[in-house]
């Protein structure tokens, strides 16, 4: 029975870490070559527009009511500013971040650049904080929305009443399970309601026009009452200006199109370092998503406004929050609007897929990276439980109220449109194009604009999102705590006069003191000998190799190791290194050199002077401090076995 029960263990922790890199665990070795054909993986990108399309058409469902409640008669106007933001703002701006960031890390990665040591990790934290508001509020608002839909059709709703946040969290949980069940099974579903919700839409709007068409005066009487209500055209365009921000729910499918840019499928001859037929393709993504919800934007903002009653969009009222809805019931009957409510339902249930998978494919490409989580969050799975825990925790917090979370959602989004407008308008001063320069800085002034008057009026969103960036940086500094004795070298590579150093010593007892340089004279090598052999009473017999280590970025987790050979003043050998970490640095170099030469080697310390609190948070945070034991602790850590664990001396 135990061992039926431990085999069963093992193959779930087999399912639940299938795919897991085991960088940054064990002992180094060379890194994996890139798939031979790698420009044929993924999907072709259409499919993979239907999967940020979730997210983005899905909008539909709650964004002409949205835009009714903050502009009133004037809502197809702000929807047509916002249609020209999106247009001739947003969609430059990320064709631009497909351009710079290929792989999926879109504008983050891009300013990260910009910034090294402990302020550029904080600074990808903070945005990471504020994609993870956007994505995770994606998800937990488009299935409150869909159970808004579903306790609302006519006909469940005295079954379902008072039952939203039940429902809400189900549906959640459904999303889950598609993800664990696997990526591709995603994309397929996506594709489905995709076409059949775009349908569907397709036939509500030629009806609500043709009835426009029909009830001539239903236009009159919105002209006459919108000229009666702010006088002319100037004022009411400073009016949807004003109210634009509101909107800005119509923007939430670029960022999520540049996360999932990975998927999309490439041309033969891409290279990792430049996938060509990526990135065209992921623009033709963004271009037809762009222009296809355009087009939706402008007509249900048109058909909603004249054809139903302003006091139906109130809160209570039957077309609030899904105005569409109410259109399809009140012209098509009850019998298609339950098909189209069943479409809707899904559409906003599966919306939730895009911003599942921009999380799965942003968190891990960043914290386990930094040491900021544990090492199986490169797995999908374990992700996709942790993901979906925090939205039943945000989906309980604010009851499944889609009015609610809508200024995070908004924040969210535009802070990642303002990052991903600065970072092009960067790149392009950068390639010294002006005339991009100066176009991308306009785009970065209106989002900026949008973004801070969205704070003013609805802070909400900026505490929610504080509370997701506390809670990222808080797990991320306790994570690399935690795992501060990991061994997180990579890849060793030596050149030859350090390969020869290593193999030659080992015909003895390889004996390596760990040296922190300064002159660089032979005194120094001299007086270090001398201290070593007599501290640890070796006989003057013994030969020793020199190593030093030169610290680098002590921010940064993960690294390789380039070793080099030197012989200086004609007789001290010396191996230099560069790396984030001393101890992490030798510990790795003395394990690869066992194991090329299958002899211990035995590596020489002085005691570090100072507070030892004072030196572990040296080490910490940078690099350095208590060498000595660290390294040790190190070694113990990634060789639990003593007989073959290299022999640390302090004195």
């Known amino acids: 029975m135990a061992t039926t029960d431990e085999t ?160 809400t969290m189900i549906l959640i949980a459904l999303l889950g399970a598609v993800f664990l069940k696997g990526f591709l099974e995603a994309i397929g579903v996506a594709v489905a309601l995709v076409g059949i919700y775009l349908a569907l839409n397709v036939v509500v709007v030629v009806t609500g026009m043709w009835h426009v068409l029909t009830e001539g005066h239903v236009v009159t009487d919105w002209t006459s009452a919108l000229t009666q209500e702010h006088g002319n055209v100037l004022v009411m365009i400073g009016v949807a200006l004003v109210v634009f921000p509101k909107l800005a729910l119509g923007l939430s499918g670029f960022e999520t199109g540049v996360a999932v840019m990975p998927h999309v499928k490439g041309d033969p001859g891409d290279t990792e370092a430049r996938p060509a037929g990526r ?91 930094y040491g900021m989580a544990p090492h199986w969050a490169r797995a999908v799975r374990p992700m996709v439980i942790v993901f979906t825990l925090v939205a039943f925790l945000v989906t309980w917090i604010f009851d499944a109220d889609v009015d609610a979370q809508g200024g995070a959602y908004a924040t969210g989004v535009l802070v990642l449109i303002c990052s991903a407008a600065i970072a092009v308008t960067i790149a392009a001063r950068k390639a010294g194009q002006r005339g991009w320069t100066i176009g991308f800085g306009v785009i970065a002034a209106v989002f900026l604009y949008t973004t801070v008057l969205n704070v003013i ?96 970025d002590p921010s940064e987790f993960e690294a390789e190791l380039t070793v080099r050979g030197e012989v200086l003043h004609d007789r001290y050998r010396v191996l230099t290194v560069e790396s984030s970490s001393v101890p992490n640095a030798l510990a790795a170099l003395l394990i690869h050199a066992r194991d090329m ?9 002085e005691w570090t002077e100072g507070n030892p609190f004072a030196n572990f948070l040296r080490f910490f945070l940078f690099g350095q401090g208590e060498i000595a034991p660290v390294t040790r602790e190190i070694l113990r850590e990634a060789e639990p076995d003593r007989d073959l664990r290299p022999h640390v001396h302090v004195g």
Not at 284 to 303: D, E, P, Y
């Open 8 to 167: 069963r263990g093992s193959r779930l922790r087999a399912w639940m870490l299938e795919g897991l890199s085991d960088m940054g665990k064990g002992r180094p070795s060379r890194p994996a070559e890139p798939a031979a054909d790698a420009g044929h993986q993924g999907q072709p990108w259409y499919r993979v527009m239907c999967l940020t399309g979730v997210d983005y058409f899905s909008t539909l469902g709650y964004q002409p009511g949205i835009a009714a409640l903050a502009a009133g008669l004037l809502s197809p106007v702000a929807t047509v500013v916002l249609v020209i933001v999106t247009l001739a703002g947003a969609l430059p701006v990320y064709r631009r971040v497909a351009e710079e960031s290929p792989h999926g890390e879109g504008s983050i990665a891009m300013l990260s650049r910009l910034l090294s040591f402990w302020k550029g990790k904080l600074f990808v934290l903070t945005l990471l904080g504020f994609a993870a508001t956007d994505f995770l509020i994606t998800i937990t608002l488009s299935a409150a929305d869909a159970s808004t839909h579903l306790v609302e059709n006519p006909h469940l709703e005295s079954a379902l009443h008072d039952k939203q946040v039940l429902i």
């Open 597 to 605: 030469t299958g002899t211990c080697p035995h590596v020489y310390f």
């Open 457 to 552: 009026e609805r802070p909400d969103g900026v505490k929610i999102g504080a509370c997701f960036i506390a809670g990222i940086i808080l797990v991320s500094l306790l994570s690399r705590l935690g795992r501060a004795f990991e061994l997180r070298v990579t890849h060793i590579e030596l050149d030859e006069l350090a390969e020869r150093f290593i193999q030659d010593i080992s015909r003895r007892t390889p004996r390596f003191i760990a040296n922190e340089p300064g002159e660089r004279d032979v005194a120094e090598y001299r007086d270090k000998i001398e201290q070593i052999r007599a501290d640890n009473d070796l006989p003057t017999t013994e030969d020793f190799v020199f190593v030093e280590v030169t610290v680098t």
């Open 279 to 369: 990135i065209r393709d992921t623009k033709k993504l963004l271009t037809t998503a762009a222009l296809i919800m355009s087009v939706f934007l402008i007509s249900t903002s048109f058909i909603t406004t004249v054809l139903i009653p302003h006091d139906e969009f109130e809160s209570g009222g039957k077309a609030n929050g899904r105005a569409l809805a109410y259109l399809a019931h009140e012209y098509l009957g009850n019998t298609f609007g339950t098909v189209y409510d069943v479409s809707t339902i899904l559409i906003l249930w599966f919306a939730g897929a895009s911003a599942m998978a921009g999380l799965l494919n942003l968190m891990p490409r960043y914290l386990p990276k």
